[in-house]
């Protein structure tokens, strides 16, 4: 069964002060790795998507990188409107559907 | 585009009460999902279309729930009769192929009382 982690639960930085959050994975046959981010009372939304070991993607402040047992979502020098909930998903070769992880809220203080 | 379109935003009702949750996709998107989105136990898939044909109902809880694609534009999730524990958020997402990142919409926030 694909199972997605991901941690911490929570993270409250400064305003400034970068970090990472965490999105460890079990799926057979990786097709895809996303990641969303939500913001209270609204649906996820898509930031990343990443196919391969190796591959990396950039947004602003977020950058994503993936290996074959976990990926990794850098915010540096965060400010409060980076502040959500962040989730990752996977899906497996030949299926459609996202299973996704419990998320990472996190807080940006000024 | 306007993007995924859920209605209503909230509901409220009561225990045993019929509940009709409605959903139009992004106009081209081939694939439709419905999830559920709780504290405990996150965002879980309930059902997903393809070209308005169910592909997978698996993640259904019970004969309670139903979902109907009778067209490529719009979607309905209907819970009959209604308890408290299906509280929930509930979002609709649509993508194109299945391939990409889905497009959710705002979702209903689901309160049976």
Request: aromatic share 10%; proline share 6%; charged share 25%.
């Amino acid at each position: 069964e694909d199972q997605v982690t991901q941690s911490p639960e929570a993270l409250r930085l400064q305003e400034g002060e970068s970090s990472s959050l965490n999105c460890s994975y079990t799926v057979s046959g990786l097709r895809g790795l996303f990641w969303y981010r939500q913001d209270p009372g609204k649906g996820p939304e898509f930031l990343f998507t990443l196919y391969s070991a190796g591959e990396e993607k950039e947004k602003e402040r977020l950058k994503a990188t993936l290996t074959k047992k976990e990926s990794f979502l850098h915010i540096t020098a965060p400010k409060p409107e980076d502040s959500a909930t962040y989730l990752c998903a996977v899906q497996r070769g030949g299926a459609q559907k996202l299973v996704f992880g419990q998320g990472t809220r996190l807080t940006i203080n000024p | 585009d306007a993007g995924v379109i859920q209605s209503p935003r909230h509901e409220v009702t009561e225990m045993g009460q019929e509940v009709t949750l409605r959903c139009k996709p992004i106009s081209g998107h081939d694939y439709l999902f419905w999830y559920r989105q709780t504290m405990m136990r996150g965002l879980e898939l309930l059902i997903y279309f393809n070209n308005n044909v169910p592909i997978d109902d698996s993640g259904m809880p019970e004969d309670r729930f139903s979902a109907k694609m009778p067209n490529a534009s719009f979607s309905t999730l209907k819970i009959q009769p209604s308890e408290p524990r299906d509280s929930a958020v509930y979002f609709c997402a649509s993508s194109l192929e299945g391939r990409y990142g889905y497009t959710f919409g705002s979702g209903t926030r689901l309160t049976v009382v």
